[in-house]
Each structure stands twice: as C-alpha cells, then as structure tokens.
C-alpha cells in the first residue's frame, strides 16, 4: 500500500523558517495536497500541487519533486498561530492522507 | 467558515447506543465524505458519497453505515456503540467525485463521547 512519510513532530522559534518535508510512493501518483489542522479543529486546504517545482502562497510554499517523491511545506516568518498539524496528503488511485507533523512554535 | 455543517457539535451518549450524525455540504458540491480522528490520532477516512451514491469506502466499521440524501446532505449512523469509537467525526465536501484531485472543505466536527 501506499506509504506517505513526514516527521511525527517539529519545533522552530517564532520569526524562523520551517521546512516539513514529505516522501511518498510514486507509483500511481497524481498530486500531492497539504493541510492545516490546529488542535481539535477541522482541517483546512493549504496547497495542491502536481507539476514539479515550488509554488508560492504568502508566508506558505510548497515544493513537489514527481520523480524522486517528496514534497516540502515552507512557512516563513513564523507566528504563533502557526502552531498545529500539516497533513501531507496522497492524491493517486486514491486519497491517502499522512499522520501528520505537529508544528509547535516557541517565542 | 467552509460552508458545510455539521450536527451536533457534541454528543455523549452510552456503549451499545447508536447515533446519528448529520453533515450538509457546501452550495453547490456533489461530493460528502466522512472522517473519523481519535484523540491525538491521524484523519481516518470512512466513506465518500457522490450525488447520492456510494463512491468510496475506507476503514468503516460494519456497525458503522452512511448515506446521502437527494438534497446532497448526509447521515453517518454510528450503532452498538464501544467506548473506542468516541472520537471526533468530520464531514467534508468537495464538487466532484474525484477525491484525489480535490480540494476538500472541512465542516467543525462532531465531537463523540462514549461513556
């Protein structure tokens, strides 16, 4: 089955850059999604990506690499509300939908 | 405010009860789908319903059973409940039947207390 890998947990200090990085298998691979969720809330839609390369969406980008199966969420000049899960999700023959990396964000 | 919504937003109840949960979609989208998160735990995909029809099934449980009605909203009835199914449950919606290639819109949550 389809195996999506990200880190369980990240700090960073408010103001930073944070890289949360994602590898998956690329069998069957259409896109790759990335989500917010901040504790006991719904998730929201972050960015979707399906050819190669960064896209840019204010202090969020990510990035997608289709040969080598990896994806990064960047979030610049970090803020508090940052804090909460990014879920890398796998769009193929199916939607799979990662852990996720709790983001905590110290002042 | 995503523009699906979801009721109750809490529910206790007790082992071997069964619930409902509702879920209406955003204007316009075809597409429900149900979510189920433990404390602390990843998204858990349930079942996909599209314009009516069953379009996908995850990790639901046979005590477990949805459907979606002709005005697009939909039902998630949750029966002999255990103490481990107390969880939140998310619907969500999206415009068409593919799930991998859409962006999916999130109502709050139902958040399930089984005592």
């Known amino acids: 089955g389809q195996n999506i890998d990200q880190p369980t947990e990240m700090t960073a200090t408010e103001g930073a850059i944070v890289q949360i990085n994602c590898t998956y298998q690329?069998?069957?691979?259409?896109?790759l999604f990335w989500y917010q969720q901040h504790a006991g809330e719904a998730p929201t839609f972050l960015s979707y990506?399906?050819l190669d390369g960064l896209e840019e969406k204010g202090r969020f980008s990510s990035f997608l690499s289709r040969s080598k199966g990896y994806s990064y969420l960047l979030l610049k000049e970090l803020q508090m509300k940052d804090s909460a899960s990014y879920l890398c999700v796998w769009g193929g023959y199916q939607l799979i939908w990662g852990a996720g990396t709790k983001l905590i964000i110290k002042p | 405010d995503s523009g699906v919504t979801q009721t109750p937003k809490h529910l206790i109840t007790a082992t071997g009860q069964r619930v409902t949960l509702r879920c209406s979609p955003r204007s316009g989208d075809l597409s429900v789908y149900w979510y189920q998160q433990s404390l602390d735990q990843g998204l858990q995909f349930l079942i996909q319903y599209y314009n009516g029809e069953e379009r996908a099934k995850g990790n639901i449980l046979e005590r477990f059973s949805a459907q979606q009605f002709p005005d697009l909203h939909s039902e998630l009835n949750l029966s002999s409940l255990e103490l481990g199914d107390s969880a939140l449950y998310f619907c969500a919606s999206s415009v068409g039947r593919s799930s991998e290639r859409e962006t999916q819109y999130f109502g709050p949550g139902t958040r399930l207390l089984v005592l």
């Open positions: 690329t069998s069957g691979f259409n896109g």
């Open positions: 990506n399906v």
